[in-house]
C-alpha cells in the first residue's frame, strides 16, 4: 500500500490513522467524564492526601504513584483532586496505546484499533482512570511490560526487569504477570544463561529499590505517615503487607479456601461479557489462531490470563456482594489485557482467512465496541460527581470549632482527611480513624499534630476508651454514622453526625438538619457513591428515632423518613419508624402498609444475603430484625380486623426469630376467648423465652382455672 503524505511530509500510514483515530475518540472522552472534584472511591482520599502532601500510604506504601502523582499534581491545572483524576486518567490512556502498539505490531493496525477500543471503553478502566488511585498506573506497567517482554535481546530483558520492579512499587500485584513475562523472555534468558538472570535481577532491584522512599521519608514524620516504617523490621512488615489486617480485604478468612471461586468467576464471566460483548467470539478465534501460528506467544498471554483471573480469584475468594465485588474489579484489567490481545488476534486472522466477509468482521467489532460503551456510558460519566468532598464538608459543618470526630468507612474517613489535609478546612477539629485509634503508629502521630488530645482506642467494642477519649474532648466528641459506637453510650443525632455523651438532654434547633445531599447522583451505579447518599440516610433516620424514643414523631420526622429511603431503598427502619408513627395516631391501614414495606426490605435483605454468601451472623441479625418487623404488621393487621392475616404474620415472626416471646404473647390474646388450650400454650411458651413478661404471667394466672 502507497503511503500518502501532506504537504508537510506528514505520512498517512495505517498506522497513524488509528492511532490518531483512537486519540480522538478516547482523549476527550476520558477528560470529559472526569470527577470536578474527590470522587467517591475506595481509598482515593487516602491517596489524594498522601501523595498532595508527600506521605506514606497504607501498606505496601505505593512509593512511584505518590512520587509521580506528586510530580503529576505541580501542573496548576484545576483543583488538586481533578489533577490527580487527569494523572490516572493519562495513565489509564497511555495504557490503552501502548497495548495499541503491541497488537498492531503482532498483528495489524486495524484489528490492534478495535482491541483497544472496546478496552478504552472497558468500565472499569475508565472508574479507574478517573480516581486518584493506584490501578491505572497499574494497568499502565502491565501494557509496557507486555511490550517490552515481546521484544528480542538483552536490552528487553533488562528493560522487563527494571520495569517489573518498579513498577511493584505502585502495586505489588503486577507479580501476577511474571510468569507470562518469564516465557517471553526465555529464549533470551536461555541465550544469555546465568549472566542474564543475574543481570535482570540487579535490574529488577533497581527499580523496586524505590521502596526507600518509605524508610527516608518516614523518618521525617510527614503528616499522614501510615505504620511510620522508619526501622528495618516496620520496613519489612510495611513492604509485605504483614502488619495490615482488620480490612474488608481479609474477610476471606472467614471461608473455606476456594468456597467462593465459583461464585467469583461467575461475576468474572459477567464483566468479560459486559466489557467485550460479542467481540468475545473473536478471541476464542484468537486463540484458536495463536495455537496454529505462535505458542509460546499463546502460552504466555494464557499465562497472564489464568495467573491474574482464576488464580487471583481463587486465592482473593471473595464474597459476591457489592463492596467485595467493588474492591476485586480493579484486578480484572490484568485479564482484560489478555481477552483484548485475543480480541486483536481473533479479528486479523479471521479478515485473513476469510477475506470477502472482512467488512462483516468489521461492523460486528465496532457493533461490539458500540455495545461496550452503551452498558458504561451512564455509570463512566462522573462530571456532576461531588458526593465525597459535599458528605465531608457536611461532617464538618455540623460540629463547633475544636471538637474530635470519629469516623470508620475509608470513603467517609479518608475524605475528612482530604479536606483538612489538602484543601485546609477545618484544621481546627481533631479527625480521628477508628480502626487505626488503638495502633501506636497512630498514636503517636496524633500525639505529634494533635497534643492537646490524646487519643484512646476506640476499635475494641469496649466504651471504656470511648468515655476517656470524650473526657479528653472538651469541645464535644461526635461520631459520622458508619462509625462503631457501643449501644450503651449515649448518642445525641446532630445533623450528619452524632454527638456523644451529650450534656443537654435534647439538641438546640432540628436534629436532622443536613446540607448539600441533593446533589447526589441517586442514578449513579457506582457502590461507594451510593454508600455516601447511604450516610445521609442514616443521619435522617437516627434524628427521628431520637424523636421516636424522646416522645413520639413528627411531620417533619415523616418527611425525614421517607427521604432517607429515598436516598437508600435498602433501609428497613425507615418505613418501620413511619409506621410507628402512624400506629401512635391510630391510623393502623397507613401503619399496616409501611409495616409490610419494611418486613419486605428485610426479606429482600435476606435473599440477598444468600446470594452474597453473608456470614451466618449477618443472616441471623437480619432475620432477628426481620421479626420484629413481621410481628408489628401483624398487631397492624389484628388492629385493621384482619385476624387470620395476622396469626400467620405472628407465625412467620416466629420462623424468623423463635425466640420472640412477644410473638407468642399475641398469638395468646389473637386466640383468646377462642381456644383456650392455645392461649396457655403461647402464654407459657412466652414466659419460658422471657420469664420477666409481667402481662403473660399475669393472664396465666387470670385463666388458670378456665
Not at 154 to 177: H, K
Not at 234 to 260: C, H, M, P, Q, W
Not at 302 to 311: D, E, K, M
Not at 476 to 492: E, F, H, Q
Amino acid at each position: 500500500m502507497e503511503e500518502n503524505r501532506t504537504a508537510g511530509g506528514t505520512r498517512f500510514t495505517p498506522e497513524f490513522i488509528f492511532a490518531a483515530l483512537l486519540s480522538f475518540i478516547l482523549i476527550p472522552l476520558y477528560i470529559y467524564c472526569l470527577p470536578p472534584v474527590l470522587p467517591p472511591y475506595r481509598d482515593s482520599g487516602e491517596m489524594a492526601s498522601v501523595a498532595w502532601t508527600l506521605g506514606i500510604a497504607h501498606q505496601p506504601g505505593y512509593p512511584l504513584y505518590i512520587i509521580s502523582a506528586k510530580l503529576f499534581s505541580l501542573i496548576p491545572l484545576g483543583n488538586p483532586a481533578w489533577r490527580l483524576n487527569l494523572f490516572s486518567a493519562a495513565a489509564g490512556l497511555a495504557g490503552v496505546f501502548v497495548f495499541w502498539r503491541l497488537a498492531a505490531a503482532a498483528f495489524s493496525p486495524l484489528a490492534a484499533f478495535f482491541a483497544a477500543l472496546l478496552l478504552g471503553f472497558n468500565f472499569t478502566l475508565r472508574t479507574v482512570s478517573s480516581v486518584p488511585e493506584m490501578y491505572a498506573l497499574n494497568f499502565f506497567f502491565a501494557a509496557v511490560l507486555l511490550f517490552t517482554a515481546s521484544q528480542k535481546g538483552a536490552r528487553a530483558i533488562m528493560l522487563t526487569a527494571f520495569l517489573l520492579g518498579l513498577g511493584m512499587a505502585n502495586r505489588m500485584d503486577l507479580l501476577l504477570a511474571l510468569p507470562a513475562l518469564l516465557i517471553l523472555l526465555w529464549p533470551g534468558l536461555k541465550e544469555g544463561g546465568w549472566t542474564a538472570l543475574l543481570k535482570s535481577a540487579g535490574f529488577f532491584f533497581l527499580g523496586f529499590s524505590l521502596y526507600l522512599y518509605l524508610p527516608f521519608r518516614s523518618s521525617g514524620w510527614p503528616v499522614l505517615d501510615w505504620s511510620h516504617p522508619a526501622d528495618l523490621n516496620t520496613f519489612l512488615a510495611v513492604i509485605t503487607r504483614k502488619s495490615y489486617g482488620s480490612t474488608l480485604d481479609l474477610i476471606s478468612l472467614n471461608y473455606a479456601k476456594g468456597e467462593l471461586f465459583l461464585p467469583g468467576l461467575k461475576y468474572y464471566g459477567a464483566h468479560l461479557w459486559s466489557n467485550f460483548s460479542v467481540a468475545l467470539l473473536f478471541a476464542a478465534a484468537g486463540i484458536w489462531a495463536e495455537w496454529k501460528t505462535s505458542r509460546l506467544r499463546l502460552l504466555a498471554v494464557s499465562a497472564l490470563f489464568i495467573c491474574s483471573g482464576p488464580v487471583f480469584i481463587f486465592l482473593a475468594n471473595m464474597p459476591p456482594n457489592p463492596h467485595a465485588l467493588a474492591i476485586v474489579e480493579p484486578y480484572y484489567l490484568l485479564p482484560d489485557l489478555a481477552a483484548a490481545f485475543w480480541t486483536a488476534a481473533g479479528l486479523f486472522y479471521l479478515a485473513r482467512l476469510f477475506p470477502r466477509a472482512r467488512a462483516g468482521f468489521v461492523f460486528a467489532a465496532a457493533a461490539a465496541a458500540c455495545l461496550v460503551f452503551y452498558s458504561g456510558a451512564h455509570g463512566s460519566a462522573r462530571r456532576w460527581l461531588f458526593a465525597a468532598e459535599d458528605y465531608a464538608s457536611d461532617v464538618m459543618s455540623s460540629v463547633p470549632y475544636g471538637a474530635s470526630v470519629v469516623a470508620k468507612k475509608d470513603v467517609q474517613l479518608f475524605s475528612l482527611w482530604y479536606l483538612q489535609s489538602v484543601r485546609g478546612q477545618r484544621p481546627d477539629l481533631n479527625i480521628v480513624a477508628q480502626g487505626l485509634s488503638g495502633a501506636p503508629w497512630y498514636k503517636a502521630s496524633k500525639a505529634r499534630y494533635s497534643p492537646g488530645s490524646p487519643l484512646f482506642n476506640l476499635n475494641s467494642g469496649d466504651k471504656a476508651g470511648w468515655l476517656k477519649f470524650a473526657e479528653a474532648s472538651p469541645r464535644g466528641l461526635y461520631s459520622t454514622m458508619d462509625a462503631d459506637v457501643p449501644r450503651d453510650i449515649p448518642v445525641l443525632p446532630y445533623g450528619t453526625v452524632n454527638l456523644l455523651y451529650p450534656a443537654a438532654p435534647s439538641p438546640e434547633g432540628r436534629p436532622g438538619l443536613l446540607y448539600s445531599f441533593p446533589r447526589l447522583n441517586m442514578d449513579y451505579r457506582d457502590f461507594f457513591d451510593r454508600d455516601i447518599g447511604t450516610s445521609y440516610a442514616q443521619a435522617l433516620l437516627s434524628g427521628a428515632a431520637w424523636k421516636s424514643a424522646a416522645g413520639g414523631l413528627d411531620e417533619q420526622s415523616l418527611r425525614d423518613l421517607r427521604l432517607a429511603a429515598l436516598l437508600d431503598d435498602n433501609l428497613p427502619d425507615a418505613p418501620l419508624y413511619e409506621g410507628f408513627y402512624y400506629s401512635s395516631r391510630g391510623e393502623w391501614a397507613a401503619a399496616r402498609d409501611c409495616f409490610r414495606a419494611s418486613a419486605d426490605i428485610y426479606e429482600r435483605l435476606l435473599q440477598l444475603s444468600v446470594k452474597y454468601y453473608s456470614l451466618p451472623a449477618l443472616r441471623q441479625s437480619l432475620s432477628a430484625s426481620s421479626a420484629y418487623a413481621w410481628l408489628n404488621y401483624g398487631v397492624a393487621l389484628e388492629k385493621t380486623g384482619d385476624g387470620a392475616g395476622a396469626g400467620e404474620a405472628y407465625l412467620f415472626s416466629l420462623k424468623r426469630n423463635p425466640g420472640l416471646a412477644d410473638a407468642h404473647y399475641n398469638l395468646a390474646i389473637l386466640y383468646w376467648n377462642r381456644d383456650w388450650a392455645k392461649v396457655r400454650s403461647e402464654l407459657r411458651e412466652t414466659l419460658r423465652l422471657n420469664p420477666g413478661h409481667a402481662q403473660a404471667a399475669k393472664y396465666l394466672a387470670r385463666i388458670g382455672q378456665k
